[in-house]
T-cell receptor
Framework: DGGITQSPKYLFRKEGQNVTLSCEQN?????MYWYRQDPGQGLRLIYY???????QKGDIAEGYSVSREKKESFPLTVTSAQKNPTAFYLC????????????FGPGTRLTVT | KNQVEQSPQSLIILEGKNCTLQ??????????LRWYKQDTGRGPVSLTI?????NTKSNGRYTATLDADTKQSSLHITASQLSDSASYIC?????????????FGPGTRLSVLP
């Protein structure tokens, strides 16, 4: 069953704690992306990675960190420095042959109180 | 500034009716335009993709149009069903040296009522 998975579906944390969101894909895609979605707004790019061991900041990278140690995995850490972390987080991937076609995971809803 | 706008923000229609969603963009250099359907609490799923030379693309009851001159696209839904209730997102890709730059619209929230 090929695809892109995110876990957990729902995540609750106390303010001041770091939290890591998982994203895994078995599509053999080189590129992976993290987006944040807030009500009434378009998806905003947090980080992206075009290849293993390399990643670039997106438009709203402050307060977030990522790693890309394996092609299949692109975890996102929401740090305590992120001032408004409550949001819906989406991971996506795209292949080299069709770089404009992004496949999205089911998302993780993070609530920080 | 690269930007994608969508209208209306939300729409309510009765089951079986048709509707049209609009997308205006200022993205350069234009590579392609996609429409995604996003069910509540789920990830977006691609419906159609159009390049510069294409002006119509269909996927079942979904028909997308593209006017590259006016930088406008529309998504027409025919004979709506309850399962069409979702957000519809217009995404325009710009070809960059490092890959693709995806610019997302805010989406149109469609509610189909019985």
């Amino acid at each position: 069953d090929g695809g892109i998975t995110q876990s957990p579906k729902y995540l609750f944390r106390k303010e001041g704690q770091n939290v890591t969101l998982s994203c895994e894909q078995n599509l053999n895609h080189d590129a992976m992306y993290w987006y944040r979605q807030d009500p009434g707004q378009g998806l905003r790019l947090i980080y992206y990675s075009q290849i293993v061991n390399d990643f670039q900041k997106g438009d709203i990278a402050e307060g977030y960190s990522v790693s890309r140690e394996k092609k299949e995995s692109f975890p996102l850490t929401v740090t305590s420095a992120q001032k408004n972390p409550t949001a819906f987080y989406l991971c996506a991937s795209s292949g080299r042959d069709t770089p404009s076609e992004q496949y999205f995971g089911p998302g993780t809803r993070l609530t920080v109180t | 500034k690269n930007q994608v706008e969508q209208s209306p923000q939300s729409l309510i229609i009765l089951e079986g009716k048709n509707c049209t969603l609009q997308c205006n963009y200022t993205v350069s250099p234009f590579s392609n335009l996609r429409w995604y359907k996003q069910d509540t609490g789920r990830g977006p799923v691609s419906l159609t993709i159009m390049t510069f030379s294409e002006n119509t693309k269909s996927n079942g009851r979904y028909t997308a149009t593209l006017d590259a001159d006016t930088k406008q696209s529309s998504l027409h839904i025919t004979a709506s069903q309850l399962s069409d209730s979702a957000s519809y997102i217009c995404v325009v890709s710009a070809a960059m040296d490092y890959g693709q730059n995806f610019v997302f619209g805010p989406g149109t929230r469609l509610s189909v009522l019985p």
